[in-house]
């Protein structure tokens, strides 16, 4: 008898009234309709002692403090710690703002949240002796979109759950690293974007519910697709089908899951308050509204603020011979192809989007480049952030070193 045993669920978060839609400047924020559904998957592993849970959300992401609070409340449902909850967001550019800042925002919150904890609740009667398999392959389902750079991280990365006895397939995760943002500014209408197209036809191929997670991809977007404005409804089923084409070279080698871990880190993050003279010329090279930014800067300032602080916090999951983990940074797609070379392991996944969703984290060359992604995001989303500048230029090196000494540790218990 397997000593791990699995359940996985899913459940509808869509709201049945108007929101406003985040991940892009459009003219009109409020939702008109729904195009594809929303969902939330939750699996769930428990053995005699301990319990993990995975949930994967179709949403841009939630701040870390509310991640925080959704963990918090599915780990007192399962009677364990927060520690052992992990969320990954698809970071959808049409699900609703679930800000207080945002028409219904504190109330979708709190109807996504409730959705998702009944269903962990219910997860307590679907659990079923697992084994697992892991499977790895290529896709080109991502384009970086940094000038003059091409690097992508093309793993397609997969682990199959299935049954211990009767062999029948629980469920199977794939993770991927490309902006859930085919669909911007022209689109008003609720959607999973190119995810829940792909969950409903791979569930046909592995005849079983497929999870999405969302890799690094904070400087990767869909192929084919414009860097900025992204595409239409047509070029969704465009991206499905490269995923399609890519499943195909997937071999699982399936066995009984003997480790199964979940650990967190802490890591100090640290950014600096710009002076005068460089926030001012941060604002006129970003064409950008920067009255609020210039604003806060100034207040920093003149509260003696020259640096702001914050905890961040890496998690594992580790499931036999491979890891996901990840944080809440828009992660770019070098850092975590290093961190699986550093650790001599493909099926280490270092993923953004992990436990909330924060500002962009490039290698120290991007943030020498600057741009969007490395700085001009932060003029308009500081206030989600809790700092108005990036992390320093070393922070994705400080990440990358905390995954490789932390994966020594899960590989020695």
């Known amino acids: ?27 009109d924020r409020q939702s008109h309709g729904i195009l594809h559904k929303l969902f939330a998957q939750v699996l769930v592993f ?16 939630l701040t870390t403090e509310r991640s925080n609070k959704l963990r918090t409340e599915v780990g007192m449902k399962l009677n364990t710690t927060a520690a052992h909850v992990m969320l990954n967001f698809s970071h959808t550019h049409s699900a609703p703002e679930p800000t207080p800042f945002a028409l219904n925002g504190d109330r979708y919150f709190g109807y996504m949240c409730e959705q998702i904890v009944q269903t962990v ?4 009667e679907t659990f079923a002796p697992c084994q697992a398999g892991w499977a790895l392959t290529k896709t080109n389902l991502g384009e970086n979109r940094r000038e003059g750079c091409t690097i ?4 397609l990365g997969a682990l ?15 993770r991927i690293s490309a902006h859930a943002n085919v669909l911007m500014q022209e689109n008003n209408m609720i959607s999973s974007d190119y995810f829940g197209i792909a969950r409903e036809k791979l569930h046909e191929y592995f005849s079983c519910p497929v999870m999405m997670l969302q890799g690094a ?44 871990q979940m650990l967190s880190k802490e890591i100090e993050y640290i950014s600096d308050v710009p002076t005068v003279t460089e926030a001012r010329k941060i604002a006129a090279a970003s064409g950008l509204e920067s009255l609020s930014w210039l604003s806060e800067c100034e207040k920093l300032r003149q509260a003696g603020i020259t640096e702001q602080k914050q905890s961040g916090e890496i998690q594992f999951l580790k499931i036999n011979e491979g890891c996901l983990c990840g944080v809440p940074e828009e992660i770019f797609c070098e850092i975590s192809l290093i961190a699986a070379e550093n650790t001599h392991n493909p099926l280490l996944f270092l993923n953004g989007y992990t436990n909330g969703c924060t500002g962009y984290l490039p290698t120290a060359e991007e943030w020498e480049k600057g741009g969007y992604e490395t700085l001009y995001s ?15 230029a070393n922070t994705a090196e400080q990440i990358i070193k905390l995954v490789s000494s932390s994966w020594i540790e899960l590989s020695i218990i």
Do not use: W
């Open 1 to 27: 008898m397997s000593r791990f045993q699995a359940s996985f669920l899913q459940v509808d978060i869509t709201p049945d009234y108007q929101v406003e839609l985040i991940g892009c400047d459009r003219i």
């Open 46 to 61: 428990k053995n005699d002692s301990d319990i993990f849970c995975l949930i994967a959300i179709d949403s841009l992401g």
């Open 121 to 124: 609740e219910k997860t307590k």
């Open 152 to 155: 992508i991280d093309d793993r």
């Open 160 to 174: 199959k759950i299935s049954e211990a006895k009767s062999k029948t397939p629980i469920a199977v995760i794939l």
């Open 217 to 260: 991809a904070g400087n990767i977007k869909p192929f084919g697709v414009h860097k900025i404005f992204g595409g239409n409804v047509s070029d969704l089923d465009t991206i499905v089908d490269i995923l399609e084409e890519s499943v195909i070279g997937l071999t699982f080698n399936m066995q009984e899951i003997s480790d199964i």
């Open 378 to 392: 932060y003029l308009s989303y500081y206030q989600f952030h809790g700092h108005v500048m990036p992390f320093r």
